[in-house]
């Protein structure tokens, strides 16, 4: 049950990742340099609560699993699962830190490689929890 729930919680972080790299960040970054300052700020109020429960659900899944069984699937999806977090921490939160002031070329290019990372990290985090759930 608890590996089930690690590849639920890592389907859900893959759909909300996806949906932010390939929906959410173009629209963001589409548009004035003048008003990003105020779009960013919008999305901020906004998705924080999506990711507080997103993140959260990953953790405690991943908890759960390691503590309910010990197969290389679920440890291989903690793992990564910390690399994502690690990604998130260290470089995507400073980097919408600093766009906060306004826009700047090559930090939303740095945004979007630490993006495509955590989406590429999504994926591994998925299939290795399903490799511990079967």
Do not use: K, N
Request: charged residues 10%; without cysteine; proline residues 3%.
């Amino acid at each position: 049950m608890a590996a089930l729930a690690l590849v639920a919680a890592a389907a859900l972080h893959l759909g909300f990742q996806a949906t932010v790299s390939l929906l959410v960040y173009p629209a963001l970054g589409d548009g004035p340099s003048s008003t990003f300052a105020e779009r960013h700020l919008r999305h901020g109020r906004r998705i924080t609560p999506l990711v507080v429960v997103v993140y959260g659900s990953l953790v405690l899944a991943t908890g759960w699993a390691l503590v309910a069984d010990l197969d290389t699937g679920v440890v291989a999806a903690a793992v990564l699962g910390v690399l994502l977090l690690a990604v998130t921490g260290t470089r995507a939160a400073p980097l919408h830190g600093r766009l906060g002031a306004g826009w700047d070329d090559a930090l939303w290019r740095s945004l979007v490689r630490a993006d495509l990372a955590r989406l590429v990290l999504g994926v591994l985090v998925l299939g290795a929890a399903v490799l511990g759930a079967v």
